[in-house]
C-alpha cells in the first residue's frame, strides 16, 4: 500500500531538521497551524515571529532579517503570497536576500475552500523574477529535502506545497533529491511527461495505464520549475521526442510555460499542456477538481497520444 | 562625530548644493523631498547614527532606512560627505553604471542598508532588522525615514502594528512632514488627518518637531535615542523643497529637476555664488 502524505507537512517537518541553525527563523502570517510551521514555532518561539495577518509587511521583515544574515522562512497560503508579490519583487528579488517563501495549500487541488483559495498562478508570477528560485515538489519526502538544503541556497526561494494527501515517491530515495534536477521515476521511449506537484502521481496513474495499451512513456518529477533542468528536458526529446506537461496551475506559465520557452528555442519537439485553462476553479473535492478543470490522469493519457501523434 | 549646532547646519547647507547639482545635471530626480529631508538626516549622522564609513557593513552599524528613496539625492549628499562614498561619485547620480541609482539601492551603494524605490516597504525591512539585532542582542538601533504621503500605503500600518507588537524600542522612525506628494499637497490627494492620534492609537511614542530647526531637531533625535521600551516616531514638520524660494512648498518640484537659469539662482540662495 502507497503511503499517502502531504507536503505541506515534510516542509514542517523540514523546519524543524534545520532549526539547529541559528540563524533559521521562522515568519508567520497567522496560517502557521496549516503551512506547518507550527512545529518549530512551538519549539523555537523566540525565533517565531509572528506578523499577523499582514503578508505584505511579512516578506519585508523575512527581508531585513536576511539583510542581517539570518535566514527567514516566512509562510501563508499559495494565494495570500500573491498579495506581497510587490514585495517579493522589489523588497526580496531584487536585492537578492534569501527569504524563503513558502506557499502552502497551492493549486485547484485544495479542493472545497473554492477559487479564491486555488491559486494556479504562483509558479507563474514568481518564475518571472530574477534570482528567485521556484520549487512545487510532489510528496513530503522531497518537500523536506528540498526545505532542508535551503539555508545553503544564499538566493530567495519560493516553494509552494500541497493541502492534502498524495502518495509518496521517494521513500528511500531521499539522498538523490537535490534543487533544479529533475527526478526520472519511470522509464519510457515513446513520449516523456514531465509533472510536479499534485500531477507527478497523476502522471505515473497515466504511465501504467498507457503501459496496458502499449504507450511506454517516462515520467519525471520537474520539482524545480526555476531554474529549468534543461539537460533533462533535452535528453527526454531525444529519446522520446514528445513532451506532455503536467501542472494543477495555469498551462500559462507555470510548468507547461517553463518547458515549452525552453524547447522553442532550443530543441522543437511535439508539446501537449496539461493545466488548467486559462479559467478559475470552484468548490469540490480534490479528485473533482482535476476532473472538472481536465487535468486528471486521463486527460494527461489523451494529451500523451496527441503528442506522440505529432511526432 | 562632535558636531555643534552651526557645524550641522553648515553640514546641511553643502548637502543642499549636492542636491540640487545632482538634479540639475540629471535633469530629473526629486529635489523637493530631498531639500524637506536634509536637515534631519544631515543631524541624525553627524551627530548619532553609530557607523563607519571606512567599513560601510560592519555588523553592528545602526541601520538607515530611506524608505522614500525617491528623496535619494539626500542621502547621498550625506554619504558623501561622511566619506561612504566620494564626491565624485555623486556624479553618477542616474547615470548607467552609477553608484547613485535614481532610487537608494543597497546592492549598488555603499552605505546604503535597504534598495528603496517602491513607497511603504522601508518600516517593514526596518522592523526585520529590529527584530534580527533583537535576537543578536546587539545594541544597534534601525531608524526609518518615512515620507507623509507614504504613509498613504496601507502595509506601513500593517508594520506599525507589528513594531508595537513585537516591542521593538530599537525601531526609531522620522516622518517627513512635507505635505506634497507626487501630483499635489496630501490634502488633496488624501487627507491623513491627525497623524500623531493614528501613530499614538498603534502603539507608538510620539514626538512633534519643526524639522528645519537645528536645536528642535537635536531634541527630537534626543527623544528617538532614549525611547526603548517601545518603536518611537518622530513627526518633523517641514517645508517641500526647503531653501530653494521658488521650489519651497511648490509642489511642481516634487519630482522636476531646475533648468540653467533656476540652477544659478540656487547657488546664490545656497550662498555658493555671488549673486
Known amino acids: 500500500m502507497t503511503r499517502m502524505a502531504a507536503t505541506r507537512d515534510g516542509y514542517g517537518q523540514a523546519l524543524l531538521e534545520i532549526a539547529d541553525n541559528p540563524k533559521v527563523v521562522v515568519l508567520e502570517a497567522d496560517l502557521g497551524k496549516s503551512t506547518k510551521s507550527l512545529h518549530f514555532r512551538k519549539e523555537y518561539p523566540e525565533r517565531t515571529v509572528s506578523c499577523g495577518i499582514g503578508e505584505q509587511n511579512m516578506l519585508l521583515v523575512g527581508a531585513g532579517l536576511a539583510s542581517s544574515g539570518f535566514i527567514p522562512f516566512a509562510s501563508t497560503f499559495a494565494i495570500f503570497t500573491e498579495r506581497a508579490f510587490e514585495q517579493m519583487r522589489n523588497g526580496v528579488a531584487r536585492p537578492n536576500l534569501a527569504v524563503h517563501l513558502c506557499g502552502s495549500h497551492g493549486g485547484t487541488h485544495t479542493g472545497t475552500d473554492g477559487s479564491s483559495a486555488q491559486s494556479i498562478e504562483d509558479l507563474a508570477i514568481y518564475r518571472t523574477l530574477p534570482n528567485v528560485v521556484v520549487m512545487h515538489p510532489c510528496d513530503d519526502v522531497s518537500t523536506k529535502q528540498l526545505t532542508k538544503q535551503l539555508p545553503e541556497l544564499g538566493k530567495p526561494s519560493y516553494m509552494r506545497t500541497a493541502r492534502n494527501k498524495t502518495p509518496v515517491m521517494y521513500d528511500g530515495r531521499e539522498d538523490e533529491i537535490k534543487i533544479g534536477k529533475g527526478m526520472i521515476l519511470r522509464d519510457g521511449a515513446d513520449a516523456a511527461i514531465i509533472a510536479c506537484g499534485v500531477m507527478v502521481s497523476e502522471s505515473m496513474k497515466a504511465a501504467e495505464s498507457l503501459e496496458k495499451q502499449g504507450i511506454s512513456v517516462s515520467v519525471v518529477d520537474m520539482h524545480t520549475l526555476k531554474p529549468l533542468d534543461t539537460d533533462l528536458v533535452k535528453s527526454l526529446v531525444d529519446k522520446c521526442g514528445a513532451i506532455i506537461t503536467a501542472e494543477d496551475h495555469s498551462i500559462i506559465g507555470g510548468l507547461g510555460g517553463a518547458v515549452a520557452e525552453y524547447l522553442s528555442s532550443n530543441c522543437p519537439a511535439p508539446l501537449e499542456r496539461v493545466g488548467v485553462n486559462d479559467r478559475f476553479g470552484e468548490s469540490g473535492q480534490p479528485d473533482e477538481m482535476l476532473n472538472l478543470l481536465g487535468i486528471s490522469s486521463h486527460h494527461i493519457e489523451n494529451a500523451v497520444k496527441k503528442a506522440q501523434s505529432r511526432k | 562625530m562632535a558636531m555643534d549646532i552651526s557645524e550641522v547646519e553648515e553640514f546641511a547647507r553643502k548637502c543642499r548644493v549636492e542636491i540640487v547639482k545632482m538634479v540639475h545635471r540629471a535633469q530629473a530626480g526629486h529635489p523637493g523631498g530631498s531639500l524637506s529631508e536634509i536637515d534631519l538626516i544631515s543631524a541624525l549622522y553627524a551627530t548619532r547614527l553609530r557607523v563607519k564609513p571606512e567599513n560601510?557593513?560592519?555588523?553592528?552599524?545602526?541601520?538607515?532606512?530611506?524608505?522614500?528613496?525617491?528623496?535619494?539625492?539626500?542621502?547621498?549628499?550625506?554619504?558623501?560627505?561622511?566619506?561612504?562614498?566620494?564626491?565624485?561619485?555623486?556624479?553618477?547620480?542616474?547615470?548607467?553604471?552609477?553608484?547613485?541609482?535614481?532610487?537608494?539601492?543597497?546592492?549598488?551603494?555603499?552605505?546604503?542598508?535597504?534598495?528603496?524605490?517602491?513607497?511603504?516597504?522601508?518600516?517593514?525591512?526596518?522592523?526585520?532588522?529590529?527584530?534580527?539585532?533583537?535576537?543578536?542582542?546587539?545594541?544597534?538601533?534601525?531608524?526609518?525615514?518615512?515620507?507623509?504621503?507614504?504613509?498613504?500605503?496601507?502595509?506601513?500600518?500593517?508594520?506599525?502594528?507589528?513594531?508595537?507588537?513585537?516591542?521593538?524600542?530599537?525601531?526609531?522612525?522620522?516622518?517627513d512632514r512635507n505635505r506634497i506628494q507626487n501630483d499635489d499637497f496630501c490634502e488633496a490627494q488624501m487627507r491623513m488627518f491627525d497623524i500623531p492620534a493614528k501613530w499614538k492609537s498603534f502603539g507608538w511614542s510620539v514626538k512633534e518637531i519643526d524639522g528645519h530647526d537645528m536645536a528642535e531637531i537635536m531634541n527630537g533625535l534626543d527623544f528617538l535615542e532614549r525611547t526603548n521600551d517601545g518603536p518611537s516616531i518622530l513627526i518633523a514638520h517641514t517645508i517641500k523643497g526647503a531653501g530653494i524660494s521658488y521650489m519651497e512648498n511648490n509642489p511642481s518640484f516634487h519630482g522636476a529637476a531646475p533648468n540653467d537659469e533656476q540652477f544659478h539662482q540656487a547657488m546664490i540662495e545656497l550662498g555658493e555664488v555671488e549673486a
Not at chain 2, 546592492?107 to 526585520?128: I, Y
Open chain 2, 56 to 175: 560601510p557593513d560592519w555588523n553592528d552599524r545602526d541601520r538607515f532606512i530611506l524608505s522614500k528613496g525617491h528623496a535619494s539625492p539626500g542621502m547621498y549628499a550625506v554619504l558623501a560627505e561622511m566619506g561612504f562614498i566620494s564626491h565624485a561619485d555623486l556624479e553618477s547620480y542616474r547615470v548607467l553604471g552609477g553608484v547613485c541609482q535614481g532610487h537608494v539601492d543597497m546592492k549598488w551603494c555603499p552605505g546604503v542598508d535597504f534598495s528603496a524605490g517602491s513607497l511603504g516597504m522601508g518600516l517593514s525591512f526596518g522592523m526585520g532588522c529590529a527584530v534580527a539585532a533583537k535576537l543578536e542582542n546587539s545594541e544597534r538601533r534601525i531608524f526609518v525615514m518615512l515620507g507623509d504621503g507614504e504613509i498613504q500605503e496601507g502595509s506601513i500600518w500593517e508594520a506599525a502594528m507589528a513594531a508595537r507588537h513585537h516591542e521593538l524600542g530599537n525601531l526609531k522612525v522620522i516622518l
